[in-house]
């Protein structure tokens, strides 16, 4: 079994950047697509970007393409969500999933981003 666990949320002002870590353990993910969802106060958990396996695709929500980069090094068994240029918009539980059918996901991380 697969345990994600996210971290580097906080609390940062607009224009302001954070960068999310998922640590995976258990077994390794190197060989699965992961990816990083959000869910707003009062709003359904939304796509934001993923990552293939090898990191040669890394589809984006249209919200966040250009200010969010999601990245991965799979010998740390670590994927990443550089996110600049944040809004408040952006304020969200942010998470991490992995596999073919997003199986595997991590508790979640707040992002607080304050106007």
């Known amino acids: 079994q697969v345990q994600l666990v996210e971290s580097g949320g906080g609390l940062v002002q607009a224009g302001g950047s954070l960068r999310l870590s998922c640590a995976a353990s258990g077994r390794t993910v190197s060989n699965y697509p992961m990816g990083w969802f959000r869910q707003a106060p009062g709003k359904e958990r939304e796509f934001v970007a993923a990552?293939?396996?090898?990191?040669?695709?890394?589809p984006y929500a249209d919200s966040v393409k250009g200010r969010f980069t999601i990245s991965r090094d799979n010998a740390q068994n670590t994927v990443y969500l550089q996110m600049n240029s944040l809004r408040p918009e952006d304020t969200a539980v942010y998470y991490c999933a992995g596999g073919g059918a997003w199986e595997f996901w991590g508790q979640g991380t707040q992002v607080t981003v304050s106007s």
């Open positions: 990552i293939s396996s090898t990191g040669g695709i890394t």
